[in-house]
């Protein structure tokens, strides 16, 4: 049973209002919003065990590194990684991306390649640029089709003795496509290319496993799922961060330092450079015990009825299209409507208290192919219901009255 009520009691954002209207959150795939767990734990923290880690033996920085190390346990097990050293604290998906792309930049020769899709955040696309400018490596795109999906007959064919990795996202942010990940990772293996999936909007719907999924990279962010901004994860396999150097310099991440020469902490020290966001670290572990308590089968059960029930019903919207039409596809519907702008509806539903997303959504390749300039995106979560679904589907009619 879910009991969406005593869920949404745990958000205390949800009570508020905007422009005189009850708050309807809809824009869950730029960032979720926080249970008082989350917010009550960040208090804690600081007012009671506060001091950094790793470094004192005085008692406050004992339970901090505790709880610090605790959590990255939990987030081990979390997304069932052998090694809880192969879990590294990051302060988002962007950084962890940046961190494999910089190291493999220096692994690279010239004329190798390294495949993205046509769907990718811009996260997951101008860290692989760099690192190509820097290495002489090519760039390869898996291109789009009609219907959101990725074109996985191009995929195969441009994978080549070349390919030394491919960087696709689990869930599309822009859409909502769920990515056939299994088979782009296996095809990926069969040539010995690594894989780096950007699980930004997966983790808030689901569990990743990284040893069954068998990808090399793994990464999220915390304030997408229920967690504080400036927190994330960078999953990788040992054998591949002992491979990669190190990204950042500084203190904790060395063994021994003199002028001559420095060498590294063993890890997952070794890419965790200066204090890190310790509050940040801990409380995105009770993020995630939330999200566990709550049940992952049971999000996933309520939100494809969410999921349903919007779409049939913004369909019904005369010159309404949704972009993203598979059966694979995580809570999110991103449409147009004939004749208007999106930024327009996004402003004017605004006014009726509805949060939506409009633009390209950090993903603008995506929009040059549906030729479009961006579009009205409505993400759910968990907490939100058909009544406020109801709600933007009447502000968005009100809208297309007004505009057109
Ligand atoms: C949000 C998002 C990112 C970037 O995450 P940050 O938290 O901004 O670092 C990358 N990829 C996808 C698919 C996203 O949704």
Redesign the pocket.
């Known amino acids: 049973m879910f009991d969406i009520q005593a869920i949404r009691a745990d958000f205390p954002i949800l009570k508020e209002k905007v422009n005189a209207k009850p708050l309807v959150y809809f824009d869950n ?1 730029a960032t979720s919003q926080k249970p008082k767990v989350v917010l009550d734990a960040i208090q804690q923290y600081y007012t009671e065990i506060n001091a950094n880690i790793h470094r004192g033996v005085h008692t406050l920085s004992q339970l901090a590194t505790d709880a610090y190390e605790e959590s990255r346990f939990k987030i081990q097990k979390h997304i069932n990684a052998k090694h809880a050293h192969e879990v590294l604290f990051t302060s ?4 962890g991306i940046n961190l494999v792309a910089n190291g493999f930049a220096q692994l690279l020769q010239p004329g190798d390649e390294i495949i993205v899709s046509e769907l990718e ?1 811009h ?2 696309i101008v860290p692989w640029q760099f690192a190509c400018q820097r290495s002489g490596a090519v760039l390869k795109v898996i291109p789009l089709k009609e219907n959101g999906e990725l074109n996985m007959e191009v995929y195969q064919q441009l994978l080549t003795n070349k390919t030394k990795l491919v960087a696709v ?1 689990h869930i ?2 822009a859409l909502g496509v769920i990515n056939p990940i299994e088979f782009i990772i296996e095809k990926a293996h069969q040539i010995g290319a690594a894989v780096f999936i ?1 699980g ?2 997966a983790t808030p719907h689901l569990k990743p496993d990284v040893q069954a999924l068998d990808c090399d990279f793994y990464a999220f ?1 915390g ?2 799922i229920c967690g504080p901004t400036g927190t ?1 994860i960078l999953y990788g396999k040992e054998a591949w961060l002992n491979a990669l150097p190190p990204y950042q310099g500084g203190g904790e991440m060395i063994k021994e330092v003199t002028f001559e020469e420095t060498t590294f902490a063993e890890l997952p020290h070794k890419f965790e450079a200066g204090t890190p966001n310790i509050a940040g670290g801990i409380v995105l572990g009770v993020a995630i015990d939330y999200l566990n308590q709550v049940g992952f089968d049971a999000i996933a059960a309520y939100e494809k009825e969410l999921l349903d029930y919007a779409t049939e019903q913004l369909l019904q919207i005369p010159g309404l299209r949704i972009y993203g039409n598979t059966e694979h596809k995580a809570s999110v519907v991103s449409f147009n409507i004939d004749g208007i702008h999106p930024y327009d509806i996004g402003a004017i539903v605004d006014k009726m208290g509805v949060a939506v997303r409009t633009g390209h959504h ?1 993903a603008q390749p995506i929009m040059r192919y549906f030729n479009i300039p961006g579009t009205v995106r409505a993400s759910f979560m968990f907490y939100n219901t058909k009544e406020e679904i109801d709600v933007l589907v009447q502000a968005v009619k009100k809208a297309q009255t007004m505009l057109l």
């Open positions: 795939g988002g998906t962007t950084f955040h996260s997951n996202n599309s942010n950007d930004a909007q962010s304030h997408k994330g950090c």
